[in-house]
């Protein structure tokens, strides 16, 4: 399975920014998600989404961050509204399937200007 991740960019505070992430194969049953990694820190997430389930966000973007799925395009999306500095990181995209191991893009960077 291959994930590429694209959507990333520089913005200033307040602005909003889409990523996308296209997957190599099919997506229905997999565990899905966005992390993120900023500059010293370790790897978060930021929202996951399980199979016929609703995503499930972290507290620091909720409100701000919407995540969504296209089974149909193997493709899983997140909108970020209301950006904030803090949110600069490199952003990841994740996937899994059943019995199958993690699989992850290559990151997007999103930097946040104040």
């Known amino acids: 399975v291959q994930l590429q991740a694209s959507g990333g960019g520089l913005v200033q505070a307040g602005e909003s920014l889409r990523l996308s992430c296209i997957v190599s194969g099919s997506i229905p049953n997999n565990f899905m998600g966005w992390y993120r990694q900023a500059p010293g820190k370790q790897r978060e997430p930021v929202a996951v989404?399980?199979?016929?389930?609703?995503?499930i966000y972290a507290d620091s973007v909720k409100g701000r961050f919407s995540m969504s799925r296209d089974n149909a395009k193997n493709t899983i999306y997140l909108q970020m509204n209301s950006l904030k500095p803090e949110d600069t990181a490199v952003y990841y995209c994740h996937s899994q399937g059943p019995g199958r191991p993690p699989a992850w893009g290559q990151g997007t960077q999103v930097t946040v200007s104040s």
């Open positions: 989404i399980m199979p016929g389930s609703g995503p």
